[in-house]
C-alpha cells in the first residue's frame, strides 16, 4: 500500500500540460515502487524503422538500483517546471523542495524529503546508455548516446546532501533532455488524470502507455490500440521478475485502476508462454482544461469526468459543492466505503436523506461563518507574525557591529558555500564590521537570491565589498 497521496489539482493550475517525448516513450525508470537492491541494471531491444534499438541502464546498489517507483513522479515534476521556466540553455532547474515534491503530488514531510533525497542520487548515478533509440527531432534521425537523467545538482540546506524543509534546489538535467524539449519534441499529459491515479506504479504505465499512442515520428498522431509481445513489455516497464504469471500479476493492480478511470477500455491477453500478446484498448480520456475546480475536485476522488461534469451541470454547483463536503465529513468520520468513488456520487444524488450528517457537519451557513472564522485567524496569524519578525529585526540591530557580521556570516556560508573563498569571507566580515554595509539586508538579500535563483547577480555585490 502506498501513503496516501497529497491533493494534487490546485485552482487554477492548466490540466493539460507537457513532458518531452523520447524520455517518455523509452521509460527509464522501472514501473515497480520496490525493487531488489542488487537489481542495478537492465537492458533491452526494440525495432525502430527497420533497425534495432538498444536501451540500458546501471545503478550502483548504494544508491538503491536503477531508478523506481516514486523516482518517475519526481523525474517527471522535474521536466513539468523545466519547461514552465522556459526551457533555459543551462539546461538548471531552480525549485525548493516543497515545490517540487508539490508538483510530483507528494506530502512536504520528513519521510518524502528522504524519498526526493535518495530520489536525485539515483538520477544522478544512473547511467543510459542509447542506441538508435533517441529521436532527434529537428533533423528527424535516431540517435545513439550516454547520459544520466540529473547531471549535476546542488542542495542548499541546513544538512549536507540532505533534502530538508526550505531547502532550495539547483538540478541540471542531461543536456540530451534539454535540447529535446527545446526543439519542441513533446507530447501533451493530462496532468489532472495522472496526479488523481493512487498508486505510483499505476501513473508509470499510465505515463508509458500514453506515450506509446503517439506515433514517434508525428506526435499528433495517436493509436485507438497498442498490442505489445507481454516479455517485451515486461522489459520496457523494467519489471524485474519475468515469469508470465508474476508480469501479469504486477501489471493487474495498474489494469484495473486505468479501467476504472476509462482511459483503458479493454486489457487482452492472447497466447501461451514467450509468444503471449498484450493489447490495450484505449477509451476515450478527455483533456479537462476547460473544467470548474469542482469537477476536477471530482475527478481527483475517482469520478469518472463525464459523471462529474453532468453532476455539476444537471444539479448545480452549491448542491454537488455541499454533498462533497458532506462525503469528506462522512468518510472523516469513520464510515466505511467499499467503493469511495460510488458512495460519493450517490451521497450527490440522493433525494431520500439516506445519509445522516454526520456529528460536527456544518451546512453551508455554518461553513460560511467557519470560513469567515479560519480567515480572520490567519490573519491574526499574519499579523502576529509580522510582529515575531520586527522583534527579531529589533533584536538583531541591537547587536554590535561584530555580532551582526558573525551571524550574517554563518548564514551566508550555508547558502554561498564555496562560491567565495575563505579571503573573501574574511574580507566581507570586516566589511561588516565596520559598518560599510547593512548586514541584515545583505543576509536577506543573499537569502531571496537563492530562492529565485538569482545567486550570481548578488554575489557582484558581494565582491565589491571583499575588494
Known amino acids: 500500500m502506498t501513503r496516501e497521496r497529497k491533493s494534487k489539482v490546485q485552482r487554477g493550475q492548466a490540466m493539460q500540460r507537457f513532458t518531452e517525448a523520447n524520455v517518455a516513450r523509452l521509460g527509464l525508470i522501472s514501473i515497480q515502487e520496490r525493487i531488489p ?8 531491444e526494440f525495432e525502430v524503422d527497420g533497425r534495432m534499438g538498444h536501451l540500458s541502464c546501471f545503478s550502483p546498489a548504494e544508491c538503491g538500483g536503477v531508478p ?6 519526481i523525474a517527471n515534476a522535474l521536466i513539468d517546471l523545466f519547461m514552465e521556466q522556459g526551457a533555459p540553455e543551462s539546461g538548471t532547474v531552480t525549485t525548493t523542495a516543497s515545490q517540487l515534491l508539490q508538483r510530483a503530488g507528494l506530502h512536504n514531510n520528513g519521510h518524502y524529503h528522504r524519498v526526493l533525497t535518495e530520489s536525485l542520487r539515483r538520477l544522478k548515478q544512473a547511467t543510459y546508455t542509447l542506441s538508435h533509440a533517441w529521436r532527434d527531432h ?11 537523467y540529473v547531471l549535476a545538482y546542488e542542495v542548499t540546506s ?3 546532501d540532505t533534502v530538508t524543509e526550505g531547502a532550495v534546489l539547483a538540478i541540471t538535467l542531461a543536456r540530451q533532455i534539454g ?9 501533451p499529459l493530462d496532468y489532472a488524470f495522472l496526479t488523481s491515479l493512487e498508486r505510483p506504479l499505476t501513473r508509470a504505465l499510465y505515463r508509458l502507455l500514453d506515450a506509446k499512442r503517439h506515433d514517434p515520428h508525428d506526435l499528433t498522431r495517436v493509436v485507438a490500440s497498442y498490442q505489445v509481445n507481454l516479455l517485451d513489455w515486461a522489459a520496457e516497464c523494467k519489471i524485474v521478475d519475468l515469469r508470465t504469471d508474476k508480469i501479469r500479476r504486477t501489471l493487474e493492480g495498474a489494469h484495473e485502476e486505468l ?7 479493454e486489457v487482452v491477453y492472447e497466447g501461451r508462454g514467450r509468444k503471449q500478446t498484450l493489447t490495450y484498448r484505449f477509451g476515450v480520456q478527455p483533456v479537462g482544461e476547460s473544467d470548474s475546480a469542482l469537477i476536477l475536485a471530482l475527478v481527483t476522488l475517482r469520478v469518472a469526468r463525464p459523471v462529474a461534469r453532468k453532476l455539476v451541470e444537471t444539479l448545480g454547483e452549491a448542491r454537488v459543492q455541499a454533498r462533497l463536503n458532506k462525503f469528506r465529513a462522512l468518510l472523516a468520520s469513520g464510515y466505511q466505503a467499499r467503493n469511495p468513488s460510488a458512495l460519493l456520487v450517490d451521497v450527490i444524488k440522493d433525494e431520500e436523506g439516506k445519509y445522516a450528517d454526520p456529528l460536527g457537519f456544518a451546512s453551508p451557513e455554518q461553513g460560511k461563518a467557519a470560513q469567515e472564522a479560519r480567515v480572520e485567524r490567519k490573519q491574526r496569524a499574519v499579523v502576529d507574525l509580522e510582529h515575531e519578525e520586527r522583534e527579531r529585526e529589533a533584536a538583531f540591530q541591537a547587536l554590535s557591529l561584530e555580532a551582526q557580521a558573525d551571524q550574517t556570516l554563518r548564514t551566508l556560508q550555508l547558502v554561498l558555500k564555496t562560491r567565495l573563498d575563505t579571503a573573501q569571507y574574511a574580507r566581507l566580515r570586516s566589511a561588516l564590521a565596520a559598518g560599510r554595509a547593512d548586514a541584515g539586508q545583505v543576509a536577506k538579500a543573499v537569502t531571496r537570491a537563492a530562492f529565485e535563483g538569482t545567486v550570481e547577480k548578488v554575489l557582484e555585490d558581494l565582491v565589491v565589498l571583499t575588494g
Open 68 to 73: 523506481h517507483g516514486l523516482d518517475g513522479d
Open 158 to 160: 541546513g544538512e549536507r
Open 259 to 265: 479501467r476504472e478511470r476509462g482511459y483503458l477500455q
Open 37 to 44: 537492491a542488487d537489481f542495478t541494471r537492465w537492458a533491452f
Open 179 to 187: 535540447q529535446s524539449i527545446r526543439a519542441k519534441y513533446v507530447k
Open 138 to 148: 529537428e533533423q528527424q534521425r535516431w540517435t545513439s548516446g550516454t547520459f544520466s
